[in-house]
């Protein structure tokens, strides 16, 4: 089982990452991932839509896979069923993602073995957006302005 991680490894995560790679973001705004997404775009955190149905989500971009993003990804969020994650860990590991986050609900225990043994660190059901709320205090934005695609 993957050790749940200290709030400071979680702060430090969230300080530290700049560009969110959302997979699975939908474009209705009353489903989850569309509100957490909104929630990190507000936040200051650069959001990257990966949604093979969509041009473009919440003023940006939108890509088939995370293969296909131009620009580097810090957090690869996922919000799809558990049994579709390991190929979007397979992907995040091809691209040099940091950060594999399996939303609330969302557990892989295989996908979370092969992130953690190709360096990548994981966090699985656990709700990005909550977890940015209880530490927003202790957070300042992302250290580096978002770069354009």
């Not at 702060?11 to 509100?35: D, F, K, M």
Request: charged content about 25%; overall charge neutral; proline content about 8%.
């Amino acid at each position: 089982m993957i050790p749940l991680l200290l709030p400071s490894a979680v702060r430090r995560i969230l300080r530290e990452s700049c560009t969110i790679a959302v997979v699975g973001l939908s474009p209705n705004s009353e489903r989850p991932s569309h509100q957490v997404a909104r929630y990190l775009q507000k936040a200051g955190y650069r959001i990257i839509p990966v949604n093979p149905g969509q041009s473009e989500i919440l003023g940006e971009s939108c890509y088939p896979d995370l293969r296909s993003v131009p620009v580097k990804i810090d957090v690869v969020d996922i919000f799809r069923r558990s049994e579709d994650v390991e190929p979007i860990v397979r992907e995040a590991i091809a691209v040099g993602a940091k950060v594999i986050w399996m939303q609330q609900g969302i557990v892989n225990e295989t996908a979370a073995r092969l992130a953690e043994e190709a360096g990548l660190i994981v966090i699985m059901d656990r709700c990005l957006k909550i977890e940015l709320e209880q530490l927003r205090g202790s957070l300042s934005r992302c250290p580096l302005p978002p770069s354009g695609v």
